[in-house]
């Protein structure tokens, strides 16, 4: 249903797979591979610890770990604290 009412309205649809994206850090800049997962890190539902000890929401770091696969491109902390669009078109 998401992918359908994007098209309708022209948004572009990635589909793209999450493996290893809620056990890897994005604040420690880790690749979303299974060499680097740690799901000891997601200390529950809702909170990630990286290993420096920085606490981030843990949907949002699996969230920005999924982006990180798509648009592999050079990722850094800041994007975490100041988001910014990525335009595809």
Not at 65 to 82: E, M
Request: with cysteine.
């Amino acid at each position: 249903m998401i992918q359908y009412k994007a098209i309708e309205k022209g948004i572009a649809v990635i589909l793209t797979e999450e493996s290893y994206t809620s056990g890897t850090s994005f604040i420690d800049n880790e690749e979303p591979v299974k060499s680097n997962y740690n799901k000891a890190r997601r200390v529950h539902r809702g909170l990630f610890v990286a290993e420096n000890k920085v606490e981030i929401n843990a949907d949002l770091n699996g969230a920005y770990q999924i982006i990180k696969k798509v648009f592999p491109i050079k990722w850094d902390r800041g994007c975490a604290l100041h988001p910014f669009v990525v335009n595809i078109a």
